[in-house]
């Protein structure tokens, strides 16, 4: 028997798929009415990888060597997470932690590993900063994971 058309409209739940097509689980909601396996097929273009910038939070006062957290994922996989500073690369941040609570949400970003979790280390003088990072995924779409304001105290904390 074939499946119909189906249309999903969810507040902040985005929808990724692969190059041709991709299956979703729609576990949100009972979003699969009507489907017995609860999948479907959809076809489209790239989407940009999703992802946050969890830490440091918006404000913080930081010693001149603090870490910068955070996660991110894509369907096709993640070529790099780019952090800035000032408005400046200063380098890539390393894949670090495993995160199953991301592939529970988002399981198209398995790609065999739970290892969505990054960090990197920054070291810059004392003064106000802003951080900002962003994700690339194997396709080079791009998106911001998130900008943060801190001050960089004169002491080690």
């Known amino acids: 028997m074939g499946h119909g058309r189906i249309r999903v409209t969810l507040p902040a739940v985005r929808l990724f798929h692969a190059r041709r097509s ?3 689980l729609a576990i949100l909601a009972g979003a699969c009415a009507g489907c017995a396996d609860g999948r479907h097929t959809l076809r489209g273009e790239n ?32 070529r790099a997470v780019r952090v800035f500073l000032d408005g400046e690369l200063i380098g890539l941040a390393e894949f670090a932690s495993d995160r199953a ?38 396709d080079g779409a791009t998106s911001d994971l998130g900008t943060r304001r801190l001050v960089v105290s004169d002491h080690s904390s």
Request: hydrophobic share 30%.
């Open 22 to 24: 991709a299956t979703f």
């Open 47 to 78: 989407q940009a990888p999703l992802g946050v910038l969890e830490e440091p939070r918006e404000g913080t006062t930081a010693s001149p060597s603090f870490k910068v957290r955070g996660w991110a994922g894509d369907d096709r996989g993640i």
């Open 101 to 138: 609570d991301v592939t529970t949400v988002y399981p198209l970003f398995r790609h065999g590993t739970d290892r969505h979790g990054w960090e990197k280390t920054v070291e810059t003088a004392p003064g106000p900063h802003t951080i900002r990072v962003e994700a690339v995924d194997t």
